[in-house]
């Protein structure tokens, strides 16, 4: 049942987004972001969500963009959210582009570039 919670409110926070409804999107998104494991592959979904969510938000959301940063750069990624994380890596790395926090954009390009090397690479596919 703690499963099907977790899953509910992940769901409800992209249906919210879909329709447009982004204020109900940022509330589910974070309370599904509470109950998730911290690096699982819907964790670091929800994460990537939120960011844009946030960045698309009225300005006093954008208060919560800092604890975002923080927790997604204090985590490590389950082997199966590698793929996950490095999109919400590389959205957070661009948005430090193009607000010209070229100092940020290089340490998250840097942990992005560490993580998705060799075998963890999330483009390698395997046939």
């Given at each position: 049942m703690e499963g099907r919670g977790r899953g509910a409110k992940r769901c409800r926070s992209i249906s919210h987004l879909i329709k447009s409804?982004?204020?109900l999107s940022l509330t589910a998104g974070l309370q599904a972001l509470a109950i998730l494991p911290s690096g699982s592959r819907y964790w670091c979904s929800t994460v990537k969500h939120l960011f844009a969510i946030i960045a698309g938000g009225p300005p006093q959301w954008h208060s919560h963009f800092p604890n975002l940063?923080?927790?997604i750069s204090s985590v490590e990624p389950e082997p199966d959210a590698i793929?996950?994380?490095a999109a919400a890596m590389a959205w957070l790395t661009?948005?430090?582009?193009w607000v010209?926090?070229?100092g940020m954009a290089r340490t998250f390009m840097a942990r992005l570039r560490a993580l998705c090397s060799g075998e963890n690479d999330p483009t390698l596919r395997f046939s």
């Open positions: 409804k982004s204020d940063v923080h927790l793929g996950e994380y661009s948005t430090f582009v010209a926090q070229m």
